[in-house]
C-alpha cells in the first residue's frame, strides 16, 4: 500500500493513495493542503496550509477514510479512530 | 467560489419519491443563509465520532435559507441509516458549499448536455432549473438520465412542466429495463449517447459512477468532444 507523507506542524496528514477515490472532499475543504494530482487523486501539498481543525474536517469528510491524521505531539492516531 | 464552513441544519421535510429515493429539506439555523452555486454539495456530519458523507444539493440557490438533498436508500450505508433515523426537527451539522461542478459563468459554448445516471440527477436538477429559471440560459440544454425502470424515476412533472416552459430544454429518460410500452431510449446512456449526432460545441456534465464516467466520457470523446468540455461529478 503506498502512501504520501510530507512532516509537519501539530497534525501531520496523509494519503492513502489506494484508498483515494477522487471524490476531492479533502481539497474542497482544506485547499492549501490537499490537492489532486494528474491522476485525479489526493496528494499532500503541504502540512501548514490550513489549521488541524480543517484538516480534521477534511479527512473526516473522505467517504473512504483515506486521509490519517496523527498528533505528532502524542505521537496517536486522531482519524480515523482506532479501536 | 465561497469556501465551505460549518452550518447546522433542521430536518423540515421528508418526501418519498418511490422505494428507493427521498427528498430531504433543512432548513438552515445558524448561519441562516447558504451563498451556493447550482451543482454544489454538502458534507454530512452521519456519527458521533465524526464521520462525513457528501450529498448533492437538488434545491436552486435562489432559495438560500434551506436545502434540499436527494437521498438513494438502496446502498444503505452510514450516511442512508444516519439520515433516515433522523426525526422531523432534528439538527444536523454539515459543511458547505462544497464542489466544482458547476456551470461556469463565461462557458462559451453553444449547448449545454447534462448526463446523469441514478442519484446523479441530484446537482443536476439543480443546475438545470437554475439556468433555466434564475439566468434565462437561452442556449440549448439537454439532459440524458439513465435508470432502470420506470418506478425509479422521479420529477417527472418537474421535468415535464421545464420542458413546457422553456423550448430550449430537452429531457431524455434512459431506461435500462424498460418495459415494451418504453417509446423512448433503451439501454445506457452511453448507448443513447453513441446514436445521436452529439453537438461538438456543447459543455458536457456527468455525474454518476466511476464506471459511468469513464464510459461516457470514451463514447463523447470518440464522438469527437474536447476533452475540456467534460465536466464531471464522480459518485460511489
Same mark, same amino acid.
Given at each position: 500500500?503506498?502512501?504520501?507523507?510530507?512532516?509537519?506542524?501539530?497534525?501531520?496528514?496523509?494519503?492513502?493513495?489506494?484508498?483515494?477515490?477522487? $471524490?476531492?472532499?479533502?481539497?474542497?475543504?482544506?485547499?492549501?493542503?490537499?490537492?489532486?494530482?494528474?491522476?485525479?487523486?489526493?496528494?499532500?501539498? @503541504?502540512?501548514?496550509?490550513?489549521?488541524?481543525?480543517?484538516?480534521?474536517? $477534511?479527512?473526516?469528510?473522505?467517504?473512504?477514510? $483515506?486521509?490519517?491524521?496523527?498528533?505528532?505531539?502524542?505521537?496517536?492516531?486522531?482519524?480515523?479512530?482506532?479501536? | 467560489?465561497?469556501?465551505?464552513?460549518?452550518?447546522? $441544519?433542521?430536518?423540515?421535510?421528508?418526501?418519498?419519491?418511490?422505494?428507493?429515493?427521498?427528498?430531504?429539506?433543512?432548513?438552515?439555523?445558524?448561519?441562516?443563509?447558504?451563498?451556493?452555486?447550482?451543482?454544489?454539495?454538502?458534507?454530512?456530519?452521519?456519527?458521533?465520532?465524526?464521520?462525513?458523507?457528501?450529498?448533492?444539493?437538488?434545491?436552486?440557490?435562489?432559495?438560500?435559507?434551506?436545502?434540499?438533498?436527494?437521498?438513494? @436508500?438502496?446502498?444503505?450505508?452510514?450516511?442512508?441509516?444516519?439520515?433516515?433515523?433522523?426525526?422531523?426537527?432534528?439538527?444536523?451539522?454539515?459543511?458547505?458549499?462544497?464542489?466544482?461542478?458547476?456551470?461556469?459563468?463565461?462557458?462559451?459554448?453553444?449547448?449545454?448536455?447534462?448526463?446523469?445516471?441514478?442519484?446523479?440527477?441530484?446537482?443536476?436538477?439543480?443546475?438545470?432549473?437554475?439556468?433555466?429559471?434564475?439566468?434565462?440560459?437561452?442556449?440549448?440544454?439537454?439532459?440524458?438520465?439513465?435508470?432502470?425502470?420506470?418506478? @425509479?424515476?422521479?420529477?417527472?412533472?418537474?421535468?415535464?412542466?421545464?420542458?413546457?416552459?422553456?423550448?430550449?430544454?430537452?429531457?431524455?429518460?434512459?431506461?435500462?429495463?424498460?418495459?415494451?410500452?418504453?417509446?423512448?431510449?433503451?439501454?445506457?446512456?452511453?448507448?443513447?449517447? @453513441?446514436?445521436?449526432?452529439?453537438?461538438?460545441?456543447?459543455?458536457?456534465?456527468?455525474?454518476?459512477?466511476?464506471?459511468?464516467?469513464?464510459?461516457?466520457?470514451?463514447?463523447?470523446?470518440?464522438?469527437?468532444?474536447?476533452?475540456?468540455?467534460?465536466?464531471?461529478?464522480?459518485?460511489?
Amino acid at each position: 500500500m503506498s502512501t504520501q507523507t510530507k512532516q509537519i506542524g501539530k497534525y501531520k496528514v496523509e494519503v492513502i493513495r489506494d484508498k483515494c477515490i477522487s $471524490a476531492a472532499s479533502c481539497a474542497a475543504i482544506a485547499p492549501k493542503v490537499f490537492e489532486m494530482d494528474e491522476e485525479d487523486l489526493a496528494i499532500v501539498i @503541504s502540512q501548514d496550509g490550513n489549521d488541524d481543525e480543517t484538516k480534521l474536517l $477534511a479527512a473526516q469528510s473522505c467517504p473512504t477514510m $483515506a486521509v490519517i491524521v496523527t498528533d505528532t505531539e502524542t505521537n496517536k492516531q486522531v482519524w480515523p479512530p482506532q479501536g | 467560489m465561497v469556501p465551505p464552513q460549518k452550518y447546522t $441544519a433542521r430536518l423540515e421535510e421528508k418526501v418519498q419519491h418511490n422505494d428507493k429515493f427521498a427528498q430531504y429539506s433543512f432548513e438552515l439555523l445558524e448561519p441562516h443563509r447558504l451563498e451556493f452555486q447550482a451543482g454544489q454539495y454538502v458534507s454530512i456530519k452521519v456519527s458521533e465520532q465524526g464521520e462525513r458523507r457528501a450529498y448533492s444539493i437538488c434545491s436552486t440557490p435562489d432559495n438560500n435559507h434551506q436545502f434540499d438533498l436527494l437521498i438513494d @436508500s438502496t446502498p444503505g450505508g452510514l450516511g442512508v441509516q444516519f439520515l433516515q433515523s433522523l426525526e422531523f426537527g432534528s439538527e444536523i451539522e454539515v459543511l458547505a458549499p462544497m464542489g466544482q461542478l458547476v456551470v461556469p459563468e463565461n462557458l462559451m459554448v453553444e449547448e449545454l448536455v447534462f448526463v446523469a445516471t441514478g442519484a446523479g440527477i441530484a446537482p443536476f436538477k439543480s443546475m438545470i432549473e437554475d439556468q433555466l429559471r434564475n439566468k434565462q440560459d437561452q442556449r440549448q440544454i439537454t439532459l440524458h438520465w439513465g435508470m432502470r425502470q420506470p418506478k @425509479s424515476l422521479l420529477w417527472l412533472e418537474e421535468w415535464q412542466e421545464l420542458v413546457e416552459a422553456f423550448p430550449n430544454f430537452h429531457f431524455h429518460p434512459v431506461l435500462s429495463k424498460a418495459p415494451e410500452a418504453w417509446t423512448l431510449c433503451r439501454g445506457r446512456v452511453t448507448d443513447c449517447l @453513441s446514436i445521436h449526432q452529439l453537438p461538438t460545441s456543447a459543455a458536457y456534465f456527468l455525474c454518476g459512477s466511476k464506471a459511468m464516467i469513464e464510459d461516457t466520457t470514451n463514447v463523447l470523446t470518440q464522438k469527437g468532444v474536447s476533452k475540456e468540455l467534460i465536466l464531471l461529478e464522480k459518485f460511489y
